[in-house]
């Protein structure tokens, strides 16, 4: 971390305005704010000002407040932002932002992205009590019944975070003097400040920082994955140098958890700065995926002073559909591709060849064309294709098998860079393998770099990937065993009124929640909500994932469901998981179903073993897409509607609690602390 001050209270009150205001104005210089020094010295002398003189006051009460910490313009990593003051009061953490006259929700959100930012990604600051302050001129006396409430549930952030509070310095001290009455012990502000951060980006939020040219270790920084990203990125990046250099053909599998971050590692890759003058296209057949990024790229470039059509060209560059790659070196240029290396995201998605020929008359497999395109490099070239297991959803996506075929028949000699799970199968796979054949006649590299084995997409919940699958697969003893909902929020409502209400209630900071739902879930029209196809087609993703709140068409509304289709590859903070009829549990397995429409619709089972597999996994991803907590909605049914039979659902709900997710419904209200009066301390 980077502070610009920190001390004890006792040190920081034997400072003159004079020395502070020196050494802040000194620092920014040093960060290449050479204006600061005029826009800004009376305000921070004003601010010092109140500041020593309102812990001059907690001082006289209380002589342990000497030891409280003081920390100023404490670094906010990655967001380019510095918090004004932070003081440790005991071991509660506030956070003071001073304002001259902005107490509007703008400045509201910026402090709660602070308190969430410190709550999930800074060690020292993680299952601690983290108090916001506005203090202004404007402010008036603190609500400290807002500041004794607390979530119960430990698991939840707002159990340790507490509402955004607004006083005047006046009313500052004894706000202080009461979070130190219900504190204990007492933070070290140095090793607070220094402890580390590990944020862990969105999806969103990496592909900006890399487009910005941060590099993929500056931007995966969560604990458990920097090094595991970035040296599986070197990794990679090794191969295809040589590649280049000896002259051949190869490609590398690379496997991984949902949400380790397979998809950051092919950003990180063509954006990387040694790739410049050899650039590798990132590709998907993951339409939404393609659009929000693409949109995003766009307005970027645009926010930046490039023109609209030139942003949307450049953005075309950066991310690309593969369907259209391939049309366009299929069907209208027959030459080598411009590019000698290409990344394929969710590569295990690729269609069939029947598929591929019911779409566009082609009587080859996507495997196969792919290959044989970069093949018309007469000298190099090199595909990375991201595996993730489970997540085949639709039909005709051929699976990491036809890759196997693929290879085994071309014409060309590929070397084939593979992690072991890629040979023997294994969850990440879905159990599936590249040959299912002797392979002896080609030649395998492997390497364990090449599978991520840490999903870092769900904030401290690094085996919700593990309890997901065991729900999938019907096991609830070995799913309640994991005791997931300890350390991620996990419930679940028979109301979509209460569900909606607890999504709205995490929209603090940058937050973003929002509802999905399967699209085999056709019922789900009888409680508003929107399922077919051609609906879902026709929705703009981009501003569903993008847009503010003040928009009708963002996530926010939670008013559209993203399907398994919208939401693959993507995320969200809170989930709204919106429960169909499609999967139902039976009492002993899943019952996996279809609506047949007409004079008298009903369910019926899916027997074909390819559209059961899609259906779990339907809601394998759907159950893997967020980062902060998670709500599931089990409708209640009506006993005036066969397709919605309550006992259906009931037994459904029943076993997602026997699995360990907690009911909503059952949360008690806030405790409440005892208080004391603000007023006896002006007596």
Same mark, same amino acid.
């Given at each position: 971390?980077?502070?610009?001050?920190?001390?004890?209270?006792?040190?920081?009150?034997?400072?003159?305005?004079?020395?502070?205001?020196?050494?802040?104005?000194?620092?920014?210089?040093?960060?290449?704010?050479?204006?600061?020094?005029?826009?800004?010295?009376?305000?921070?002398?004003?601010?010092?000002?109140?500041?020593?003189?309102?812990?001059?006051?907690?001082?006289?009460?209380?002589?342990?407040?000497?030891?409280?910490?003081?920390?100023?313009?404490?670094?906010?990593?990655?967001?380019?932002?510095?918090?004004?003051?932070?003081?440790?009061?005991?071991? /509660?953490?506030? =956070? @003071? !932002? $001073?304002?001259?006259?902005?107490? #509007?929700?703008?400045?509201?959100?910026? &402090?709660?992205?602070?308190?969430?930012?410190?709550?999930?990604?800074?060690?020292?600051?993680?299952?601690?009590?983290?108090?916001?302050?506005?203090?202004?001129?404007?402010?008036?006396?603190?609500?400290?019944?807002?500041?004794?409430?607390?979530?119960?549930?430990?698991?939840?952030?707002?159990?340790?975070?507490?509402?955004?509070?607004?006083?005047?310095?006046?009313?500052?001290?004894?706000?202080?003097?009461?979070?130190?009455?219900?504190?204990?012990?007492?933070?070290?502000?140095?090793?607070?400040?220094?402890?580390?951060?590990?944020? /862990?980006?969105? =999806? @969103? !939020? $990496?592909?900006?920082?890399?487009? #910005?040219?941060?590099?993929?270790?500056? &931007?995966?920084?969560?604990?458990?994955?920097?090094?595991?990203?970035?040296?599986?990125?070197?990794?990679?990046?090794?191969?295809?140098?040589?590649?280049?250099?000896?002259?051949?053909?190869?490609?590398?599998?690379?496997?991984?958890?949902?949400?380790?971050?397979?998809?950051?590692?092919?950003?990180?890759?063509?954006?990387?700065?040694?790739?410049?003058?050899?650039?590798?296209?990132?590709?998907?057949?993951?339409?939404?995926?393609?659009?929000?990024?693409?949109?995003?790229?766009?307005?970027?470039?645009?926010?930046?002073?490039?023109?609209?059509?030139?942003?949307? !060209?450049?953005?075309?560059?950066?991310?690309?559909?593969?369907?259209?790659?391939?049309?366009?070196?299929?069907?209208?240029?027959?030459?080598?591709?411009?590019?000698?290396?290409?990344?394929?995201?969710?590569?295990?998605?690729?269609?069939?060849?029947?598929?591929?020929?019911?779409?566009?008359?082609?009587?080859?497999?996507?495997?196969?064309?792919?290959?044989?395109?970069?093949?018309?490099?007469?000298?190099?070239?090199?595909?990375?294709?991201?595996?993730?297991?489970?997540?085949?959803?639709?039909?005709?996506?051929?699976?990491?098998?036809?890759?196997?075929?693929?290879?085994?028949?071309?014409?060309?000699?590929?070397?084939?860079?593979?992690?072991? !799970?890629?040979?023997?199968?294994?969850?990440?796979?879905?159990?599936?393998?590249?040959?299912?054949?002797?392979?002896?006649?080609?030649?395998?590299?492997?390497?364990?770099?090449?599978?991520?084995?840490?999903?870092?997409?769900?904030?401290?919940?690094?085996?919700?990937?593990?309890?997901?699958?065991?729900?999938?697969?019907?096991?609830?003893?070995?799913?309640?065993?994991?005791?997931?909902?300890?350390?991620?929020?996990?419930?679940?409502?028979?109301?979509?009124?209460?569900?909606?209400?607890?999504?709205?209630?995490?929209?603090?900071?940058?937050?973003?929640?929002?509802?999905?739902?399967?699209?085999?879930?056709?019922?789900?029209?009888?409680?508003?909500?929107?399922?077919?196809?051609?609906?879902?087609?026709?929705?703009?993703?981009?501003?569903?994932?993008?847009?503010?709140?003040?928009?009708?068409?963002?996530?926010?509304?939670?008013?559209?469901?993203?399907?398994?289709?919208?939401?693959?590859?993507?995320?969200?903070?809170?989930?709204?998981?919106?429960?169909?009829?499609?999967?139902?549990?039976?009492?002993?397995?899943?019952?996996?179903?279809?609506?047949?429409?007409?004079?008298?619709?009903?369910?019926?089972?899916?027997?074909?073993?390819?559209?059961?597999?899609?259906?779990?996994?339907?809601?394998?991803?759907?159950?893997?897409?967020?980062?902060?907590?998670?709500?599931?909605?089990?409708?209640?049914?009506?006993?005036?509607?066969?397709?919605?039979?309550?006992?259906?659902?009931?037994?459904?709900?029943?076993?997602?609690?026997?699995?360990?997710?907690?009911?909503?419904?059952?949360?008690?209200?806030?405790?409440?602390?005892?208080?004391?009066?603000?007023?006896?301390?002006?007596?």
């Amino acid at each position: 971390m980077a502070s610009f001050y920190l001390a004890e209270v006792e040190q920081f009150l034997h400072e003159s305005p004079e020395f502070l205001l020196a050494r802040l104005a000194t620092s920014y210089a040093g960060d290449g704010y050479t204006s600061q020094y005029t826009e800004q010295t009376l305000t921070w002398q004003r601010d010092l000002e109140h500041l020593q003189k309102t812990l001059r006051s907690c001082v006289a009460r209380t002589p342990d407040a000497n030891r409280w910490g003081v920390v100023l313009e404490f670094e906010v990593p990655r967001k380019a932002r510095r918090i004004d003051v932070v003081l440790l009061v005991r071991d /509660v953490i506030v =956070i @003071i !932002e $001073a304002k001259t006259s902005d107490l #509007s929700s703008a400045a509201r959100q910026q &402090v709660d992205t602070y308190l969430l930012l410190l709550h999930y990604f800074h060690k020292a600051s993680a299952n601690r009590r983290i108090v916001p302050v506005l203090v202004s001129a404007q402010g008036s006396m603190p609500d400290l019944v807002a500041l004794s409430q607390r979530e119960l549930y430990p698991q939840m952030p707002f159990h340790w975070i507490a509402p955004v509070m607004t006083c005047s310095w006046e009313h500052l001290a004894p706000l202080l003097l009461e979070i130190e009455r219900h504190a204990e012990g007492q933070l070290a502000v140095e090793e607070w400040e220094r402890s580390p951060y590990f944020p /862990v980006p969105s =999806i @969103i !939020e $990496a592909a900006l920082a890399l487009k #910005s040219g941060l590099s993929v270790g500056a &931007v995966a920084q969560s604990e458990a994955s920097e090094h595991e990203i970035e040296s599986v990125r070197q990794t990679i990046q090794d191969y295809m140098n040589l590649a280049r250099e000896q002259k051949h053909h190869a490609i590398c599998f690379l496997t991984g958890v949902p949400g380790s971050g397979k998809t950051l590692v092919g950003l990180g890759l063509a954006h990387a700065s040694e790739n410049r003058d050899n650039p590798i296209h990132f590709m998907s057949g993951n339409g939404p995926l393609v659009m929000v990024l693409q949109h995003l790229f766009t307005q970027e470039s645009m926010r930046q002073g490039v023109r609209a059509h030139e942003a949307k !060209e450049h953005a075309r560059t950066l991310i690309e559909n593969v369907h259209i790659f391939a049309r366009a070196y299929t069907d209208q240029d027959k030459g080598a591709p411009s590019n000698h290396a290409i990344i394929f995201d969710e590569a295990q998605r690729a269609w069939n060849r029947a598929q591929n020929l019911k779409k566009f008359k082609r009587d080859y497999s996507e495997p196969e064309m792919l290959l044989s395109i970069m093949e018309r490099h007469e000298d190099w070239s090199f595909v990375v294709a991201l595996i993730g297991g489970g997540q085949e959803i639709n039909d005709g996506e051929a699976g990491l098998e036809e890759w196997g075929r693929a290879l085994g028949d071309s014409k060309k000699r590929w070397t084939i860079y593979a992690s072991p !799970e890629v040979l023997t199968g294994g969850p990440s796979t879905a159990e599936q393998k590249l040959f299912t054949d002797s392979n002896a006649d080609l030649s395998v590299v492997t390497h364990e770099h090449l599978h991520l084995r840490t999903s870092n997409r769900s904030h401290r919940a690094e085996t919700l990937a593990t309890w997901v699958n065991h729900v999938v697969e019907g096991d609830a003893v070995a799913a309640s065993k994991l005791e997931v909902s300890k350390r991620f929020p996990l419930f679940l409502t028979r109301s979509l009124t209460k569900m909606r209400e607890h999504l709205h209630a995490q929209r603090r900071g940058e937050t973003r929640y929002g509802l999905v739902g399967s699209s085999g879930a056709a019922r789900l029209r009888s409680e508003g909500l929107e399922p077919s196809s051609s609906f879902h087609a026709e929705y703009p993703w981009e501003h569903w994932y993008l847009a503010p709140s003040t928009d009708v068409r963002s996530s926010y509304r939670c008013e559209v469901f993203a399907t398994e289709f919208e939401i693959q590859g993507l995320e969200l903070d809170w989930i709204g998981l919106c429960w169909g009829g499609d999967m139902i549990w039976s009492g002993g397995e899943w019952r996996l179903r279809t609506l047949r429409h007409g004079p008298m619709s009903k369910w019926t089972e899916v027997k074909s073993p390819d559209k059961r597999k899609y259906r779990k996994n339907a809601y394998r991803v759907l159950l893997t897409r967020a980062r902060q907590g998670m709500v599931i909605y089990v409708p209640e049914g009506s006993s005036d509607d066969a397709t919605n039979v309550p006992e259906d659902f009931d037994r459904t709900a029943g076993f997602l609690m026997d699995c360990g997710v907690l009911p909503l419904d059952e949360v008690a209200p806030p405790q409440k602390e005892e208080l004391i009066e603000l007023g006896s301390f002006f007596e």
